[in-house]
């Protein structure tokens, strides 16, 4: 059993930075892959990125390629999402997730636990 906890989110400008951070409790956080989603207003929840469980394989869509990072740290239990350059087209809740299934996962419905959400706001 997982339990996920976003902090972080806000409300930035254009060009912005922020940095996610997703803590875990449970003491096999080490072996779980973990991702970041977002669900804008009306939309899907969609995949952003995942790092795996050893933290030394990563992945990411492309319009955040460059400009978001996925990184973990298995001693704080802690899973983070460093966001630069924001646009307004990153405006959304995002969630945190974890996966024993596979290594980078971008499948949804594949990820057992999930976060509450943290809410971000890009403005032009």
């Known amino acids: 059993q997982v339990q996920l906890v976003e902090s972080g989110g806000g409300l930035v400008q254009a060009g912005d930075s922020l940095k996610l951070t997703c803590a875990a409790s449970g003491r096999t956080f080490s072996s779980y892959s973990m991702a970041w989603f977002r669900q804008a207003p009306g939309k899907e929840r969609e995949f952003v990125a995942v790092?795996?469980?050893?933290?030394?394989?990563?992945y990411c869509v492309d319009p955040v390629k460059g400009r978001f990072t996925i990184y973990r740290d298995n001693t704080k239990n802690t899973v983070y999402l460093q966001m630069n350059n924001l646009k307004p087209e990153d405006t959304a809740v995002y969630y945190c997730?974890?996966?024993?299934?596979?290594?980078?996962?971008?499948?949804?419905?594949?990820?057992?636990?999930w976060g509450q959400g943290t809410q971000v706001t890009v403005s032009s």
């Open positions: 790092v795996n469980w050893s933290a030394g394989s990563t």
């Open positions: 997730a974890a996966t024993s299934r596979g290594s980078l996962i971008t499948f949804r419905a594949w990820y057992d636990y």
